[in-house]
């Protein structure tokens, strides 16, 4: 479950920084709403980021065999 929830929470958090990066796209934000919205936006990248890292921890657990780490490319395109 908390694998489901963490997978869950970057997927909002990455929505969030979409979001966030349109509405300082299109112009229309005050000065402070701006600064605002960088400041939240900064705050969602680094969930983001720190999430990123802690799945790559994971993978590199999972891929250790007899003590040593053995390093595969992770290939997004081929099917599960």
Known sequence: MARKKAALDFEQSLADLQTLVERLENGELSLEESLAAFEQGI?????????????EQKVQVLLERDGELAEEPFDADQPE
């Open 43 to 55: 705050g969602l990248t680094r969930d983001c980021q720190a999430a990123l890292a802690q799945a």
